[in-house]
């Protein structure tokens, strides 16, 4: 018998349904949907689905998820362009928000921000002013290499043992007040109501 020259109307049916509807259908859904008989509809999609027994079927599906990909690709030109008509749109409506909004979103996609999170334990509220300046002179001191760097590119960034954070650091006796004074955090699962 051989294989088919090219797609019948419900093979084509059938996989455009089923990119379509991708993550939202079955093949069993999709075989139904293109006119395939709801007893065999598993079978055909199976069939129709298997690149031995239907090549041009698995094939025109492949075509169809790359047009699908191109259309809705996300490129960095294509994401800061659009940003810059919603901003251009927001501005002519008078939305300020909405243009800030989008204005910070492009800078975020190229690259101008960065986004940071810094999870702390203990209050800060419960340490003197004093012990705040010595904790954020030590965060300084130990991120100085970060803040300071200046790599020129193609040159390797050396570290040397100066630069190191005082994790890596031999144990030194600490002038840090939260180190030489212990603060217990509250045990919030004794407290009574």
Do not use: C, W
């Not at 018998?1 to 079955?26: I, S, W």
């Not at 008989?37 to 690149?51: D, F, G, I, M, T």
């Not at 994401?79 to 975020?108: P, Y």
Request: hydrophobic content about 30%; charged content about 35%.
């Amino acid at each position: 018998m051989g294989l088919p020259k090219r797609l019948t109307e419900m093979q084509k049916r059938f996989a455009e349904y089923l990119v379509f509807n991708e993550g939202r259908t079955t093949g069993a859904d999709a075989a139904i949907a293109a006119g395939y008989s709801e007893k065999r509809a598993r079978v055909e999609a199976s069939e129709l689905q298997n690149p031995r027994l239907s090549p041009l079927v698995v094939q025109y599906i492949g075509a169809l998820r790359e047009e699908k990909l191109k259309k809705y690709e996300v490129t960095y030109d294509k994401h800061v362009a659009e940003l810059g008509k919603i901003r251009e749109e927001a501005l002519k409506k008078g939305a300020f928000s909405a243009a800030t909004n989008a204005e910070k979103n492009r800078g975020m996609a190229a690259g101008l921000y960065i986004d940071r999170k810094i999870i702390k334990t203990g209050k800060l509220e419960e340490l003197s002013e004093e012990q705040l300046e010595a904790k954020m002179k030590k965060i300084l001191e130990d991120y100085a290499p970060i803040l300071n760097a200046k790599q020129i590119e193609g040159e390797s960034l050396e570290v040397t043992e100066s630069s190191q954070s005082s994790s890596h650091k031999p144990k030194e006796s600490s002038s840090d007040p939260q180190k030489s004074e212990s603060h217990p955090l509250p045990d919030h699962k004794t407290q009574t109501v």
